[in-house]
């Protein structure tokens, strides 16, 4: 089992990128998964999640700017992020929770602050800079 985050880079105020998140041992379209960041000196944070039926939950920092979408036939889950500011400098994780019942991925995108749910496994990181 194994999730390998890519797509990070340098951009500048309102910009644009993708982040790919490639995985292996299972089929991300059975799973809860999502995407979450972390700032130098701030706790983890969820960004977006798919739930196993494929609905899309976000936190209210990114709704309306980023989409989380997955290819099936790739195993692979994205993160399209657009209008991009500084506070979005972050490293930037996907991870699944291969335990969650369906409907509950959205507490992660909503309220997943570090710690709590049964987050496993996690992907590597790829960082994202915003500059001014």
């Known amino acids: 089992v194994q999730l390998v985050a890519s797509g990070g880079g340098s951009v500048q105020l309102g910009g644009s990128l993708t982040l790919s998140c490639e995985v292996s041992?299972?089929?991300?379209?059975?799973?809860?998964i999502g995407w979450f960041r972390q700032a130098p000196g701030k706790e983890r944070e969820g960004v977006a999640s798919?739930?196993?039926?494929?609905?899309?939950s976000y936190s209210d920092s990114v709704k309306g700017r980023f989409t989380i979408s997955r290819d099936n036939a790739e195993n692979t889950l994205y993160l399209q992020m657009n209008e991009m500011t500084p506070e979005d400098t972050a490293m930037y994780y996907c991870?699944?929770?291969?335990?969650?019942?369906?409907?509950?991925?959205?507490?992660?995108?909503?309220?997943?602050?570090?710690?709590?749910?049964?987050?496993?496994?996690w992907g590597q990181g790829t960082l994202v800079v915003v500059s001014s």
């Open positions: 991870a699944a929770d291969l335990s969650a019942p369906p409907g509950t991925c959205a507490w992660y995108s909503e309220h997943y602050r570090g710690s709590g749910g049964n987050l496993d496994p």
């Open positions: 798919m739930d196993i039926n494929g609905t899309p």
């Open positions: 041992g299972f089929a991300l379209n059975r799973y809860c």
